[in-house]
T-cell receptor, first 113, second 116 residues
Framework: DQQVKQNSPSLSVQEGRISILNCDYT??????FLWYKKYPAEGPTFLIS?????DKNEDGRFTVFLNKSAKHLSLHIVPSQPGDSAVYFC????????????FGKGTRLHILP | EPEVTQTPSHQVTQMGQEVILRCVPI?????FYWYRQILGQKVEFLVS????????KSEIFDDQFSVERPDGSNFTLKIRSTKLEDSAMYFC??????????????FGSGTQLSVL
């Protein structure tokens, strides 16, 4: 039962270009979406989030876009830097229902020199 | 910056043995979580804990699992009789409470549990 799907296990992007990571979800009750970044041997760290009342949230080089009708969100990183190489997890929650965050399987981003 | 601390970083155990994974959440946080990630798979929610009781648990969190906050600083996950399929990286997380839950959810570095 994959409520949050990241269909690309990996992505390679040239340094300086835009990285676009995609995520789809199935539960229409999700009202809060998050992206986490994970380096090897570390726990996930929060990157950026978006509420379902918005369609875009920007924080420096990171922008998250939400398309509720398509149940799709994406994370844009511009410009991509070597330190962005990591696994990115999309996550979602139904804040009105419970306390848990549902994660996708992650996408490994490689930034190429 | 305050952080969530997990010990040990690696735990190897025999099938059928009990294991206790330990976590020290950030000191003023009120909500505590365990997640796990089987190699190559998604990060899965196990349990959330607030006000000294479980507030939510997943189907994975069956009778073999239990959590405890024994002394106001530690938060432990016990697996009573480990199975091979319990092998995973276990992450503890905590948050202060109030506001958007995800923005305040801090993860530890994880304990890699290997069941032989």
């Amino acid at each position: 039962d994959q409520q949050v799907k990241q269909n690309s296990p990996s992505l390679s992007v040239q340094e300086g270009r835009i990285s676009i990571l995609n995520c789809d979800y199935t539960n229409s009750m999700f009202d809060y979406f998050l992206w986490y970044k994970k380096y090897p041997a570390e726990g996930p760290t929060f990157l950026i989030s978006i509420s379902s009342i918005k369609d875009k949230n920007e924080d420096g080089r990171f922008t998250v876009f939400l398309n509720k009708s398509a149940k799709h969100l994406s994370l844009h990183i511009v410009p991509s830097q070597p330190g962005d190489s990591a696994v990115y997890f999309c996550a979602a929650s139904d804040r009105g229902r419970d306390d848990k965050i549902i994660f996708g399987k992650g996408t490994r981003l490689h930034i190429l020199p | 910056e305050p952080e969530v601390t997990q010990t040990p970083s690696h735990q190897v155990t025999q099938m059928g043995q009990e294991v206790i994974l330990r976590c020290v959440p950030i000191s003023n946080h009120l909500y505590f979580y365990w997640y796990r990630q089987i190699l190559g798979q998604k990060v899965e929610f196990l349990v959330s804990f607030y006000n000294n009781e479980i507030s939510e648990k997943s189907e994975i969190f069956d009778d073999q699992f239990s959590v405890e906050r024994p002394d106001g600083s530690n938060f432990t996950l016990k697996i009573r009789s480990t199975k091979l399929e319990d092998s995973a990286m276990y992450f503890c997380a905590s948050r202060l409470g109030g506001g958007s839950i995800g923005e305040k959810l801090f993860f530890g570095s994880g304990t890699q549990l290997s069941v032989l």
